[in-house]
């Protein structure tokens, strides 16, 4: 059974930066996909960034372009993602993803085979 297990998450100000951290156990790491989603209150849990097994390609959702990197380590089992310029609207429970295809994890999330169990950010104005 993977196990994938976030950290990183806390409260920040506006313009100020956070760097999450997901571990994941029980796998073949390097065989997934790896990506963040995110889940803000009120709202429709959205597809945030991944990166493919080898790290040779990343995607982002529009709004965080530019703020937010993704990045691996097939040593280490370890998937980040850093965020700076952190606006409030980025406030959200950020739930760390695998799959065995990339499109699994940026179109809709379909086919995502495993989820963290979240971390939350809060970025206050």
């Known amino acids: 059974q993977v196990q994938l297990v976030e950290s990183g998450g806390g409260l920040v100000q506006a313009g100020g930066s956070l760097r999450l951290s997901c571990s994941v156990a029980?796998?073949?790491?390097?065989?997934?996909?790896m990506g963040w989603f995110r889940q803000a209150p009120g709202k429709e849990r959205e597809f945030v960034s991944a990166?493919?097994?080898?790290?040779?390609?990343?995607r982002y959702q529009d709004s965080v372009n530019g703020r937010f990197t993704i990045s691996r380590d097939n040593a280490k089992d370890t998937v980040d993602l850093q965020m700076n310029s952190l606006k409030p609207e980025d406030t959200a429970v950020y739930y760390c993803v695998a799959s065995r295809s990339m499109v699994g994890i940026t179109t809709g999330g379909y086919g995502i085979n495993y989820w963290g169990k979240g971390t939350l950010v809060t970025v206050s104005s």
């Open positions: 029980g796998g073949t790491f390097s065989s997934y996909a």
């Open positions: 990166i493919t097994w080898n790290g040779s390609g990343t």
